[in-house]
């Protein structure tokens, strides 16, 4: 009951209000599309930010409520923050080892709210501000990830529409706010929630500096760019790492693959089957030194082509200096900022040095997985039943297993489709393609030949594999390391997650290395997003969308291992393909597709292309770049920016896992819907309406008529919202929910006391514990 009336005195009217002024007020600084009304638009987002506002305040107050003095860590920050607050900026607890960037805010937000005093309740407040703005910035991040994509496979009108919101990156702005580990501390008086949105604000500044390789970031906008680096360091050290490595490596490859070389013809492009290894080699350093660059979507990329996109993207930046470092000087100048904070300091760490001494710690990079999967459960439902309906007809159809044919570097593993057409189009490739190999393989080096077979058919995919789980075992049974606070501090819930499984035996940490291998395949199976990965070039022209053509991608672009014979013939027609997706389009045109569509309804390509996610006005059957997978580089840097923000703590801590979940949950794309389920029952099953059709429906709802192409009424805008929202989304939500109202739970109203075991002796002076991340 005291709770009750603790919840109940946080939700006055007068709170009430001010919780939906905030909400309105943060919609509307969403963009709202077109073709949307501007009511429904902040209905749907301020609702949103409502359900994080008042689950915060409630949260707030309860913990005012029940640990009203400073608990662990707040030891350290309240009393800090209160002496900036009086202006005393020489003092400094040494016990602290973070600069002093969360005191700075604070500062800041008192006297702009007129706060006469820094008590532990006002400076508490402060990260539920914070946590409300990581969502804001959140979505904004996503929003321009989601434009990027847009711009890159869209002219005209679709590049002036990328700016708009989509459900998808409206969701997941909420759930990353919600995220336990962030949410938890919007109560609590610490530096993550802060840093967090901090480092936020500096990547949308860095995607702003990326929207196009036309557009150069200007001179003003480099030392701002510097200036928010530099904030993000006064919060965390370890920031550097996001803000120069990552943000900075970005930039680098944006850089190159904006050179846009001059095509080479097919004829002058060497063959592993007939060059000497020097001119295979020679070539290909050359193409990548101009800026042709391999660096497809991950969910179309394997082991290969990782090390290709390094590689080629290295080489580019080094042959054009000039180019990378006007673009990427303010991250040289915060790293070299940084560089003179360490040198100046004596070390990383402020204050007490003695238990932060940074170590190389690898099992932190294996710890990571399980940690998102249990944390992404729900999204990661979606590769499972891809996974396992994918078997079913291979176990049906044994043939089936072997590579797509005339693909031979896509397995049927990786393939969405096995419809008998596809089959028979795929063996008229294969049939064409035969004759140009019998004119094309001549003497040639035996080294290309052995590589090209080991990569072109990933027979090196099962050593691969073995590989990481040795690597794995190798790092558990001789870099485990168990820092002391781990064994010594049973408040965190990393003590018993320890104590249960790492410290029972070496024989259970071996044993979690296939935990470990599972979650990771997992995780970077969500990644990849379920994008249709085999690809049909015959028929890839009548898969069009007049309004949206949907370019698909070239996942073999310089790649010195596409220059099989069928590759080539593959490519010979997806450019006539592209220039049929070009052409202007006419009634016969219509027919034909219309009649194709029909013939292909069951085609799960097609409802990938039609049935994606839409922008918020749920009235356009156009794809949207929300189902789009990161590119290689992207997804490489990401990989590596969290082992070096990793591999050097020697403690293990949830909280430092908070930016490599938020960047890793800003790329994750979105499922595709089927648009069976958007376009509704009526008869269509799933397939496209004609582009002029779709023009005269959206029309016919702006100007208020509501009904669908069979003249019935439709559903109203609640219904509509409901049937595109991504159930796993949804189901993220709720998990976030759940383990968040059980971690507060366990907060307030499990409280423990540190006894003597032998004597029954209160310790620590008779203070309250409490259970925490």
């Known amino acids: 009951m005291d709770a009750l009336r603790v919840l109940l005195e946080a939700s006055t009217f007068n709170e009430v209000l001010r919780g939906v002024a905030i909400s309105v007020l943060l919609a509307k600084l969403i963009p709202t599309p077109s073709n949307l009304k501007a009511q429904d638009s902040t209905f749907i987002t301020a609702s949103g930010f409502l359900l994080i506002y008042f689950f915060a305040r409630c949260w707030l107050a309860l913990v005012n409520h029940y640990a009203p003095e400073p608990y662990l860590d707040e030891v350290f920050h309240i009393p800090q923050a209160q002496v900036y607050c009086q202006g005393r900026y020489q003092e400094w607890d040494d016990k602290i080892t973070t600069p002093p960037g969360l005191y700075l805010l604070s500062v800041g937000w008192h006297k702009l709210m007129r706060l006469a005093e820094c008590t532990p309740s006002s400076l508490r407040s402060n990260n539920l501000v914070a946590t409300l703005l990581t969502a804001l910035l959140a979505l904004s991040c996503r929003r321009r990830i989601e434009a990027q994509t847009a711009t890159a496979t869209a002219t005209g009108k679709e590049e002036k529409e990328g700016s708009a919101v989509s459900l998808y990156a409206y969701h997941t702005a909420i759930n990353i706010a919600l995220f336990p580990v962030i949410y938890f501390f919007s109560g609590l008086y610490y530096t993550d929630v802060a840093s967090t949105l901090v480092v936020l604000v500096a990547y949308r500044n860095h995607l702003d500096r990326v929207v196009s390789p036309a557009r150069k970031p200007g001179f003003l906008n ?24 990552y943000m900075g490596g970005l930039e680098v490859a944006h850089v190159v693959k904006g050179l846009k070389p001059k095509p080479v013809s097919e004829k002058d492009t060497p063959s592993v089957y007939t060059a000497t290894v020097g001119e295979f080699v020679g070539f290909w350093l050359k193409r990548y030194a101009v800026g042709d660059v391999h660096d497809p979507p991950v969910d179309m990329a394997w082991p290969d082509d990782w090390a290709l996109s390094l590689l080629s993207i290295g080489i580019a930046a080094i042959c054009n200096p000039l180019r990378v470092l006007r673009q990427v000087w303010p991250h040289i100048t915060t790293m070299g900022l940084f560089a003179g904070f360490v040198a100046w300091n004596g070390g990383v ?4 040095k003695s238990n932060h001494i940074a170590t190389i710690h690898l099992p932190q990079m294996l710890y990571i997985w ?17 996974t396992i309906t994918g078997l079913i007809p291979r176990a049906k159809n044994p043939a089936s297993s072997d590579s797509t044919p005339g693909n031979e570097g896509l397995s049927s593993f990786r393939s969405t489709q096995s419809s008998k057409s596809s089959a028979t189009k795929a063996n ?35 050593v691969y594999i073995l590989f990481t789980i040795l690597l794995s075992a190798a790092i558990v049974k001789y870099n485990t390391i168990i820092h002391p606070f781990t064994l010594a501090d049973n408040r965190h819930y990393m003590f018993y997650i320890f104590r249960y499984t790492i410290l029972r035996s070496s024989s259970i940490r071996l044993v979690l290395v296939f935990a470990y291998t ?13 994008n249709p990965p085999s690809r049909d070039f015959v028929n890839e022209g009548r898969l069009k969308n007049a309004e949206n053509k949907m370019r698909w991608r070239d996942e073999f672009s310089a790649s010195p291992f596409a220059s099989h014979p069928s590759d080539m013939y593959l490519a010979r027609q997806r450019f006539v393909n592209r220039s049929i997706n070009e052409a202007p389009e006419n009634k016969s045109t219509e027919k034909t597709n219309a009649r194709n569509a029909k013939q292909d309804q069951g085609s799960q390509e097609e409802d990938f292309l039609i049935g994606s996610f839409t922008t918020l006005s749920l009235s356009s059957s156009q794809p949207s770049p929300s189902t789009s997978s990161p590119r290689t580089s992207t997804v490489l840097l990401w990989l590596l920016t969290t082992t070096l923000s990793l591999i050097t703590a020697p403690l293990v801590e949830p909280r430092y ?14 499922m595709p819907v089927p648009c069976s389920l958007i376009n509704g029952s009526d008869g269509d099953n799933g397939t496209a309406a004609p582009a002029a059709q779709q023009q005269q429906e959206v029309q016919k709802r702006q100007n208020g008529d509501t009904r669908n192409r069979n003249g019935s009424e439709e559903k109203g805008f609640l219904w509509n919202l409901v049937r595109r929202t991504d159930l796993t989304l949804t189901l993220e939500t709720v998990w976030f929910l759940a383990i968040n109202v059980v971690t507060m739970y366990m907060f307030l109203f499990k409280p423990f006391n540190w006894k003597n075991a032998a004597t029954g002796e209160i310790l620590d002076g008779g203070r309250v514990q409490r259970f925490m991340w």
């Open 222 to 245: 480099g030392l701002w760019t510097v200036v928010l680096g530099v904030a993000a360091l006064f919060m965390r050290q370890t920031n550097v790492f996001w803000v120069v490595v």
């Open 349 to 352: 760490v402020l204050g007490d």
């Open 370 to 386: 399980p940690f998102f999967a249990f944390f992404s459960a729900p999204l990661l439902v979606s590769p499972v039943l891809s």
């Open 428 to 462: 008229e490739v294969t049939t064409a393609a035969s004759s140009l190999t019998a004119n094309s393989e001549r003497n040639g080096s035996a080294l290309l030949k052995t590589l090209e077979f080991l990569i072109s058919h990933k027979v090196y995919y099962p």
């Open 518 to 530: 599972l979650s990771r395949w997992l995780v970077w199976k969500r990644l990849e997003g379920d």
């Open 657 to 670: 896992f908070i930016l490599p979940w938020v960047f890793y949950r800003l790329l994750v794309p979105a």
